[in-house]
């Protein structure tokens, strides 16, 4: 079975804060994926990768960098945290130009800016 | 152009009852379209997809129905259980394409007891 893995299944940060959120996946998937997930607003994509040291931007990547440096493993960055981060964050992944372009989620992040 | 646009936002149905869900898209390339499953506390995971070649699609109790020419799909879930209560999202992808799933904003479904 794919397993996509978060580091923290809650966190709690102050505002101001840089905060890493870390995704790891074990099934060799090239692309891989951070939502963030809010009430009312359904998942909304902030940044994808779709090779080691290659990204691009979501929809809303404002406030958020992202990292990868290694095939398995996507981290996200929040560099100075805010009030309006406050929100549960979900990494996923899924094969490049797979037959079924079925993405793979972890069981998300749900960070607490305070 | 490439919103999912998904209703109703939330769904209150009786165990035993039909739960239908609907998604309307614009972008005519999309051409995979599958349902995601989330239950509380967990990350959302693939429940049945479809392609555009078929009007149906049946596994189970859960049903996507697909109408082409009104860019319309929808989810029915037969003889509803309190198991099904969860958020389900609707998504299309052009294969091929950006590799970006474009999700509806999500369907809370309670199936009482």
Same mark, same amino acid.
């Given at each position: 079975?794919? @397993?996509?893995?978060?580091?923290?299944? /809650?966190? #709690?940060? !102050?505002?101001?804060?840089?905060? *890493?959120?870390?995704?790891?996946?074990?099934?060799?998937?090239?692309?891989?994926?951070?939502?963030?997930?809010?009430?009312?607003?359904?998942?909304?994509?902030?940044?994808?990768?779709?090779?080691?040291?290659?990204?691009? @931007?979501?929809?809303?990547?404002?406030? /958020?960098? #992202?990292? !990868?440096?290694?095939?398995?493993? *996507?981290?996200?960055?929040?560099?100075?945290?805010?009030?309006?981060?406050?929100?549960?964050?979900?990494?996923?992944?899924?094969?490049?130009?797979?037959?079924?372009?079925?993405?793979?989620?972890?069981?998300?992040?749900?960070?607490?800016?305070? | 152009?490439?919103?999912?646009?998904?209703?109703?936002?939330?769904?209150?149905?009786?165990?035993?009852?039909?739960?239908?869900?609907?998604?309307?898209?614009?972008?005519?390339?999309?051409?995979?379209?599958?349902?995601?499953?989330?239950?509380?506390?967990?990350?959302?995971?693939?429940?049945?997809?479809?392609?555009?070649?078929?009007?149906?699609?049946?596994?189970?109790?859960?049903?996507?129905?697909?109408?082409?020419?009104?860019?319309?799909?929808?989810?029915?879930?037969?003889?509803?259980?309190?198991?099904?209560?969860?958020?389900?999202?609707?998504?299309?992808?052009?294969?091929?394409?950006?590799?970006?799933?474009?999700?509806?904003?999500?369907?809370?479904?309670?199936?009482?007891?």
């Amino acid at each position: 079975d794919v @397993k996509v893995t978060q580091s923290s299944r /809650y966190l #709690v940060k !102050r505002t101001g804060e840089k905060v *890493f959120l870390e995704c790891v996946q074990d099934m060799d998937h090239e692309n891989m994926f951070w939502y963030r997930q809010d009430p009312g607003l359904g998942l909304r994509l902030i940044y994808f990768s779709y090779d080691v040291k290659m990204k691009e @931007k979501g929809d809303i990547p404002e406030g /958020y960098s #992202v990292s !990868r440096e290694k095939k398995e493993r *996507f981290s996200l960055i929040l560099e100075s945290a805010s009030t309006n981060q406050t929100s549960m964050y979900l990494c996923a992944s899924s094969p490049l130009r797979g037959s079924v372009p079925e993405q793979y989620f972890g069981p998300g992040t749900r960070l607490t800016v305070t | 152009q490439q919103q999912v646009k998904q209703s109703p936002q939330s769904l209150i149905v009786q165990k035993g009852g039909i739960s239908i869900i609907n998604c309307a898209y614009e972008n005519t390339a999309f051409d995979y379209f599958p349902w995601y499953q989330q239950f509380p506390g967990k990350g959302p995971a693939l429940l049945i997809a479809i392609r555009p070649d078929v009007s149906e699609k049946k596994e189970g109790r859960f049903t996507i129905s697909f109408n082409k020419s009104a860019k319309q799909f929808s989810l029915h879930i037969m003889d509803s259980q309190p198991g099904d209560s969860a958020t389900y999202f609707c998504a299309a992808i052009t294969q091929g394409g950006s590799e970006k799933l474009v999700f509806g904003k999500g369907t809370k479904l309670t199936v009482n007891p």
